[in-house]
């Protein structure tokens, strides 16, 4: 499968614990975005990253968020002290260039308990 | 503020009909826009997309029309089959950019 991989696909936090999520863009693809989408909403755009290089974060929380592309490695979008509100599909996309088609992953479904 | 509107939530066509959704939005500087398809626990797949310099894209069944003077845009299945239930989101960007602003989707429902 040659498509954008997440995982996990399902994660259980406690509040105050910290989530974890990876995204391994699909091959070729040097441009990756993560959003969120809460229930009965649509997707909503979080942060764009190219390798090593935060592009843009404008859709990110000030706090508790972060997100990292290594030289190496997946994508990881990281949320330390979850709270209840945090619960929400988290989607990662991957593109070959700014102004191409964004491709998904199938998400991470975050729930806090 | 909703930029990107899809008004109908849900939408049901019988099979071999056009299915259309529809899509209006409020921000003239959007000149990208985007239709993907969703089912339940997957991702959205890019379906077509069309620019603001052109008013109609057809990709096998599935047409984009875009009316810029409505601030609309529509997707026409045709004819529609029952693998074509799923939730449909609309999206659109200014400037070819990454931020892609997203609509609410419509769940389109094809009978058999």
Known sequence: NAGVMQNPRHLVRRRGQEARLRC??????????????????????????????????????????SAEFPKEGPSILRIQQVVRGDSAAYFCASSPGEGEPQHFGDGTRLSIL | DQQVKQNSPSLSVQEGRISILNCDYTNSMF???????????????????????????????????????????????????PGDSAVYFCAASAGLTYKYIFGTGTRLKVLA
């Open chain 2, 31 to 81: 000149d990208y826009f985007l239709w993907y398809k969703k089912y339940p626990a997957e991702g959205p797949t890019f379906l077509i997309s069309i620019s603001s310099i052109k008013d109609k894209n057809e990709d096998g069944r599935f047409t984009v029309f875009l009316n810029k003077s409505a601030k609309h845009l529509s997707l026409h299945i045709v004819p529609s089959q």
């Open chain 1, 24 to 65: 391994s863009p699909m091959k070729g693809h040097s441009h990756v975005y993560w959003y969120r989408q809460l229930p009965e909403e649509g997707l909503k755009f979080m942060v764009y990253l190219q390798k090593e290089n935060i592009i843009d974060e404008s859709g990110m929380p000030k706090e508790r968020f």
